[in-house]
């Protein structure tokens, strides 16, 4: 079975922290997604990369980098953490491009 | 550019009914077609996933169509559970290897 995890489940941090959300596959994806889901707005795609070192602009990219520097590993980062960021973070992998899976999400509170 | 809609966005039944959900996109150029269930506060469980090709697929007690042509997919569920209390969400991915376009979702509870 394809198995994405991601480094906590619940997370909380101040405004202005540097924050890190890990999110590792096993299954060799080439593909792999950020995305944050917010009541109301549904799914929005934060990031997405085709390949080590590769990433793309997803549809609300500000406030946010990302990190692939190994291919089972996608790394999402909020230089600045603000209170509106504040969500569920689910990260996703895919072969490409077939069937996608997601990890158990990441709740973050920013205070 | 790409939109999926989910109607209802929430639904109630009763235990045993047999229910559909439907999901509907507007270019009917896609790759294939994603169903996901979505436990409050969890992550997104693959359930069903159609090729631009088929036109249903089958796992279990549920099953999903689709229809290109017409852009829209339904999900069937036979016999429904109070543990298929969920939310749904379809998902589209169009050609070449782009992401998934979601719906928002349809909010199922089963009632004992």
């Known amino acids: 079975d394809v198995k994405v995890t991601q480094s906590s489940r619940y997370l909380v941090k101040r405004t202005g922290e540097k924050v890190f959300l890990e999110c590792v596959q096993d299954?060799?994806?080439?593909?792999m997604f950020w995305y944050r889901q917010d009541p109301g707005l549904g799914l929005r795609l934060i990031y997405f990369?085709?390949?080590?070192?590769?990433?793309e602009k997803g549809d609300i990219p500000e406030g946010y980098s990302v990190s692939r520097e190994k291919k089972e590993r996608f790394s999402l980062i909020l230089e600045s953490a603000s209170t509106n960021q504040t969500s569920m973070y689910l990260c996703?992998?895919?072969?490409?491009?077939?069937?996608?899976?997601f990890g158990p999400g990441t709740r973050l509170t920013v205070l | 550019k790409q939109e999926v809609t989910q109607i209802p966005a929430a639904l109630s039944v009763p235990e045993g009914e047999n229910l559909v959900l439907n999901c509907s996109f507007t270019d009917s150029a896609i790759y294939n077609l994603q169903w996901f269930r979505q436990d409050p506060g969890k992550g997104l469980t693959s359930l069903l996933l159609?090729?631009?090709?088929?036109r249903e697929q089958t796992s279990g007690r549920l099953n999903a169509s689709l229809d290109k042509s017409s852009g829209r997919s339904t999900l069937y569920i036979a016999a429904s559970q109070p543990g298929d209390s969920a939310t749904y969400l379809c998902?589209?991915?169009?050609?070449?290897?782009?992401?998934?376009?979601f719906g928002k979702g349809t909010r199922l509870s089963v009632i004992a």
């Open positions: 998902a589209v991915r169009e050609m070449g290897n782009t992401p998934l376009v």
């Open positions: 990369s085709y390949d080590v070192k590769m990433k």
């Open positions: 299954m060799d994806h080439e593909n």
């Open positions: 996703a992998s895919s072969l490409n491009p077939s069937e996608q899976f």
């Open positions: 159609i090729q631009s090709s088929q």
